[in-house]
C-alpha cells in the first residue's frame, strides 16, 4: 500500500516573530508531515487590521521560509481565497489558531479543520505597545 504524505496548511501574518507563532507552526507541522504557510500579504493587513504590518510581506516570508519545520510558503493575497489555496495545495488540513474559531469551518468540505489553543500573554499588537514604553 502506497503511503500518502498529510499535508497541513495555515495562514497569519507572522509579524515581529514571537514564541506564539513558533509554537502553533511546530503543533501544525506535528499534525502532518508536510507544513505549508500562507503568509498574509501586506494589503490584506492593512485591509484587515487598518495598519501595515511592521516586517514587509517580503522579509515575513524569508523569516518563515527559514524555520526548519516549515516545508513551503506563499503570500496569502486575500482571505476568501483559503478554498482555493486548500485546493491548490492539495492539504489535508487546515490548521488555525483559536481565535478563529469556527470562522473557517465551511472549509470542513474540501479537508480537515483543527483549532489550536493560542499561547496566552504574548501577541504582536502587545510587543508593539511595549516598545514604545522602552522607547
Ligand atoms: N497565534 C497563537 N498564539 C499567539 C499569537 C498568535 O497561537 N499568542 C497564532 C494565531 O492564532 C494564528 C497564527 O499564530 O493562527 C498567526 O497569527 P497572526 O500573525 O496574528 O495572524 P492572523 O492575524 O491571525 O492572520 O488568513 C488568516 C489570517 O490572515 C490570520
Known sequence: ????????????????LHIGHINILKRAK???????????SDYLNFSKKQRYPVYPETERLEII??????????IE????LKGEYIK??????????DDWLGR???YKELCE???????????????ISQIKRYG
Open 113 to 127: 479543520v483543527s483549532y489550536l489553543p493560542r499561547t496566552v500573554g504574548i501577541s504582536t499588537t502587545e510587543l
Open 30 to 40: 506535528k499534525m502532518g508531515d508536510y507544513l505549508i504557510v500562507g503568509v498574509s
Open 88 to 97: 491548490k495545495f492539495k492539504a489535508d488540513i487546515l490548521v488555525m489558531g
Open 1 to 16: 500500500m502506497e503511503l500518502k504524505m498529510r499535508k497541513v496548511i495555515t495562514f497569519g501574518t507572522f509579524d515581529v
Open 104 to 106: 473557517f469551518d465551511e
Open 77 to 80: 493575497e486575500s482571505l476568501e
Open 65 to 74: 521560509r527559514s524555520l526548519k519545520f516549515v516545508d513551503e510558503v506563499f
